[in-house]
């Protein structure tokens, strides 16, 4: 079974219109409503793929129910933690004519130290039964910064190997606590390290405390930095559709990966067909079959030149 923690987790609403006029009102034609996060999009293409999943993290109020009852009818195995505050909705907002969407991003509930404290202990029931965890996504409000630090440490002290997909502030904190993967996009690398050459930046924060850093470059497909040497990965074409939840599509990738212990090439080349699967697909979390079966044996792989004597410095 693989764990996927959500700390974060939101009710994602979708509204389908014509054309948004701003400073009016707007007719929506159709209204899709499901559970979000990248936790829960990550264990949805898990659950696809037939790899056990179980779903955790913290959710609340109505919204937290919307979100419990969408996760049962999506036939994932849900163990979120209910907390006092309400949790977040974000709204999607399409304008079909055109091909662009709106999103507007609710903050989420404040997570008191106690509620903290308790989802640490709800988190220590889960881990024995898990081949892995996936940590993804943002912190609600009142953790502190180390938050995913203590779940790697949770983590570790089960002997559950941990996959963190988590930017700024909240990805510096948790490296010295050592996940066995991080999936930073190109600009949570820069964001993470100054440093605008992805190889370069995941060097670094493979130095700073990753196990492995597969880095997403969009289109461009993934580079891995691992202690079995450093690859490049991508599919054959850029796609058109929806990159939102690629990473996570990627994510789910690259867990099982580890859990099979699959050779790198594979993982990535595996990593790199799901993830553009998913950007042919229109919702977050899910991908089209098709394009995957499609795509696979049309990823290129390439070794990258070994490390260079000198590494840059760790994160600022
Ligand atoms: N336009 C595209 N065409 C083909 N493949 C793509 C495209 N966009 C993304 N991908 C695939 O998806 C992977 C993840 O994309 P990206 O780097 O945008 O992730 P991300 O920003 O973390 O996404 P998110 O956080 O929304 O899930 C890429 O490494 C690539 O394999
Ligand atoms: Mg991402």
Redesign the pocket.
């Known amino acids: 079974m693989i764990l996927t923690v959500t700390p974060n987790a939101a009710l994602d609403i979708t509204h389908h219109l014509d054309r948004l006029r701003p400073h009016g009102s707007n007719r929506v034609r159709a209204v899709a409503e499901r559970a979000g996060g990248?936790g829960v999009?990550v264990a949805r293409v898990l659950h696809a793929l037939g790899h056990p999943t179980v779903v955790t993290g913290l959710v609340g109020g109505i919204t937290g129910r919307a979100i419990r009852a969408e996760l049962a009818a999506a036939g994932l195995t849900d163990r979120m933690l209910a907390i006092p505050g309400e949790s977040r909705r974000t709204v999607a907002v399409v304008e079909e004519s055109v091909g662009d969407t709106t999103v507007l991003l609710e903050p989420g509930p404040v997570v008191g130290v106690e509620e903290w404290e308790r989802f640490l202990h709800h988190l220590d029931t889960l881990l024995p039964g898990a081949a892995a965890v996936v940590l993804s996504g943002s912190l609600p409000r009142g953790l502190p910064r180390d938050a995913y630090a203590q779940l790697l440490r949770h983590a570790h002290a089960h002997g559950v190997p941990a996959v963190l997909?988590a930017d700024g502030a909240a990805l510096r904190a948790a490296l010295p606590a050592g996940p066995a993967l991080i999936?930073?996009?190109?600009?949570?690398l820069t964001a993470a390290t100054g440093l605008a050459d992805p190889v370069a930046a995941a060097r670094a924060l493979h130095a700073a405390g990753a196990g492995a850093v597969v880095a997403?470059?969009?289109?461009?497909?993934?580079i891995a930095v691992t202690p079995h040497g450093s690859w490049h990965?991508?599919?054959p074409?850029?796609?058109?559709?929806n990159?939102?939840?690629?990473?996570?599509?990627?994510?789910a990738a690259l867990t099982l990966g580890l859990v099979t212990r699959t050779p790198w090439p594979d993982r990535l080349a595996e990593?790199?067909?799901l993830?553009?699967a998913?950007?042919a697909a229109p919702l977050?979390g899910d991908f089209d079959p098709a394009v995957h079966r499609a795509l696979r044996p049309r990823v290129n792989v390439r070794h990258l030149a070994p490390f260079a004597a000198e590494e840059p410095d760790p994160c600022p």
């Open positions: 990248k999009n997909d999936k930073p996009n190109a600009d949570e997403s470059l969009g289109a461009d497909g993934v990965a991508r599919g074409e850029r796609l058109a559709g990159p939102t939840g690629a990473g996570d599509a990627a994510v990593a790199v067909a993830s553009a998913a950007v977050a």
